[in-house]
T-cell receptor
Framework: DADVTQTPRNRITKTGKRIMLECSQT?????MYWYRQDPGLGLRLIYY???????NKGEISDGYSVSRQAQAKFSLSLESAIPNQTALYFC????????????FGPGTRLTVL | GEDVEQSLFLSVREGDSSVINCTYT??????LYWYKQEPGAGLQLLTY?????DMKQDQRLTVLLNKKDKHLSLRIADTQTGDSAIYFC?????????FGTGTRLTVIP
């Protein structure tokens, strides 16, 4: 079984809809991250969390919110989706005290029409 | 913020060596990384180098770090078709990693 899972894997939605992307991990890591990947732009950090009560904005947090429901779960919400949020979204985890290696989920491809 | 740059595309013939280059801006980065993304998958750590090293070798992979020029490279010897993927370099920030744009490596049989 995969250590970092994301649901759904693919989603097509319409402008203005609320969308939630879920991430779960079985690695027991405290740190979790949400990134988006766009062609030619690499990965950009949206939000990150270092434990259940910790939420931090990343480089491109506008239009997104997150919830860290438990150590193992970190969800990303788009309150009112817009077409330029069409992208590939990745969740990642890392361990405190490691060389900050991040372990990635398989990604969610989101299309906003 | 930090800026990590890579060329977008590289094509090589099977059996040749591939060299993927990266420049970064934060001279205080503790570690620098190479991640590999295969089609339809997330990123996986390929290798990393501590900032006080200038070279690291791991089987077919050689990482070179030039701290003075803030230049990182990944050499893949005897490139195989299975090496076709997107390769990202990344540097450590205060609380997370900063990724480059990724280099799409295409291996021609």
């Amino acid at each position: 079984d995969a250590d970092v899972t994301q649901t759904p894997r693919n989603r097509i939605t319409k402008t203005g809809k609320r969308i939630m992307l879920e991430c779960s991990q079985t690695k027991g890591h405290d740190r979790m991250y949400w990134y988006r990947q766009d062609p030619g732009l690499g990965l950009r950090l949206i939000y990150y969390s270092f434990d259940v009560k910790d939420i931090n904005k990343g480089e491109i947090s506008d239009g997104y919110s997150v919830s860290r429901q438990a150590q193992a779960k970190f969800s990303l919400s788009l309150e009112s989706a817009i077409p330029n949020q069409t992208a590939l979204y990745f969740c990642a985890t890392s361990e405190v005290g490691s060389h900050n290696e991040q372990f990635f989920g398989p990604g969610t491809r989101l299309t906003v029409l | 913020g930090e800026d990590v740059e890579q060329s977008l595309f590289l094509s090589v013939r099977e059996g040749d060596s591939s060299v993927i280059n990266c420049t970064y801006t934060d001279s205080s980065s503790t570690y620098l990384y190479w991640y590999k993304q295969e089609p339809g998958a997330g990123l996986q750590l390929l290798t990393y180098i501590f900032s006080n090293m200038d070279m690291k070798q791991d089987q077919r992979l050689t990482v070179l770090l030039n701290k003075k020029d803030k230049h990182l490279s990944l050499r893949i010897a005897d490139t195989q078709t299975g090496d076709s993927a997107i390769y990202f370099c990344a540097e450590t920030g205060a609380n997370n990693l900063f990724f480059g744009t990724g280099t799409r490596l295409t291996v021609i049989p």
